[in-house]
């Protein structure tokens, strides 16, 4: 809140505080005579009364002042300051968040005691994983891990990275950024079609090794992708030569991903997610592409 907007609230509640006291006690006349005083108003021959308020009402007016008065003191009212109390709804909220961190923390720190292969099979871990992942990773994998387009599978055999539990790591941890660069002006219109229709074939299994698309992609793309389209864990190259796609696979999406590049970004996660969260996340999605073991809570 900006200095401006605070002191416009402090004025503004003085005043009208200001304003109700003044209204009530002058309104608060004293008639001694004991008689009934009307206002002079008659409706269907009923007289209407200016008789001061009940002290009562008057009582409870004052009371509530008051309690505003106090109310404001202690606690956050006024415009910036924060009240004697000091207290905040990020506070309360912090307190509450640290107390609920208190309470697992010694459940996580038991978590933290088992590699990986046995914490993929702790029934009771991987519940608490699944939640884990549904509150942090979900909206870009999915659900269920199995991720959507340009968010990688994460229950297949198919790896960018690698699926070995210090690489699931790793990517949780730091993050990863695939970069593939733009061919278009290098290949030309007629070059991008066949290297595109070569793709198709090659994720079919029945690509043309001799075609002139085939020699580029052994000059400009095995580097990265693989003699054989077999793909580059190091570099996040996926493979080529099966039909699964992070982008689609067909004519269309093969050529825009050819021709324009792309650029999968995976968030770091080590200063969101606590080491503890990041191992259990770690057996999680190992498991997720284990058949045998593939739990899937
Ligand atoms: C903002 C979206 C986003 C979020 C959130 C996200 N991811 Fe990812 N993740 C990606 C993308 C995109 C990639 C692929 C990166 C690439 O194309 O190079 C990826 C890749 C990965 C990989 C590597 C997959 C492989 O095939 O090697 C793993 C493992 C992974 N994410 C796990 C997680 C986990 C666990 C979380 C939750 C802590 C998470 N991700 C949260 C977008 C996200
Ligand atoms: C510098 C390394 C590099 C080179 C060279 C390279 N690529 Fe890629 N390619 C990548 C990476 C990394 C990705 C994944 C991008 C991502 O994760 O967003 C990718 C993705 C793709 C995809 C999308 C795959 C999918 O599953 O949707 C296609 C198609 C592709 N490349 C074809 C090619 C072709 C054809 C060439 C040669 C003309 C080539 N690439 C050269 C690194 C490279």
């Known amino acids: 809140?900006?200095?401006?907007?605070?002191?416009?609230?402090?004025v503004l509640t003085t005043i009208t505080i200001v304003l109700i006291v003044w209204l009530l006690f002058s309104n608060r006349k004293i008639t001694k005579s004991g008689e009934n005083q009307t206002t002079g108003h008659v409706y269907d021959g009923i007289e209407e009364y200016d008789n001061p308020l009940p002290s009562w009402w008057i009582k409870m007016f004052v009371i509530t002042i008051v309690f505003a008065i106090g109310y404001l003191i202690a606690y956050p009212g006024m415009g910036k300051f924060p009240g004697l109390l000091h207290w905040s709804s990020v506070g309360k909220w912090e307190n509450e968040v640290q107390q609920a961190e208190h309470a697992t923390e010694a459940l996580y720190k038991s978590f933290m005691d088992k590699d990986i292969t046995t914490l993929a099979t702790d029934g009771k871990a991987m519940r608490t994983a699944k939640r884990i992942f549904a509150n942090n990773c979900a909206i870009c994998h999915g659900v269920n891990a199995e991720g959507s387009y340009g968010f990688p599978n994460l229950t297949d055999q198919d790896w960018l990275y690698g699926g070995e539990p210090e690489q699931i790591r790793h990517s949780i941890s730091q993050g990863r950024n695939g970069t593939m660069p733009a061919w278009e002006s290098m290949l030309g219109t007629?070059?991008?079609?066949?290297?595109?229709?070569?793709?198709?074939?090659?994720?079919?299994?029945?690509?043309?090794?001799?075609?002139?698309?085939?020699?580029?992609?052994?000059?400009?793309?095995?580097?990265?992708?693989g003699p054989d389209g077999g793909g580059n864990q190091m570099m996040g190259a996926p493979k080529l030569n099966d039909n699964i796609w992070l982008y689609g696979g067909d004519l269309g999406a093969i050529k825009q991903?050819?021709?324009?590049?792309r650029s999968g970004q995976m968030p770091a996660h080590h200063d969101k997610l606590s080491e503890e969260k990041i191992h259990l996340l770690t057996a999680y999605v190992y498991q997720l592409s284990m058949p045998v073991v593939g739990s899937k809570h």
């Open 257 to 261: 991903s050819i021709g324009k590049g």
């Open 1 to 10: 809140m900006s200095n401006f907007w605070s002191m416009w609230i402090i």
């Open 190 to 225: 007629d070059g991008l079609e066949s290297m595109s229709q070569h793709l198709s074939d090659l994720s079919k299994g029945k690509a043309d090794d001799s075609s002139p698309a085939a020699n580029q992609y052994a000059m400009l793309c095995a580097a990265c992708h």
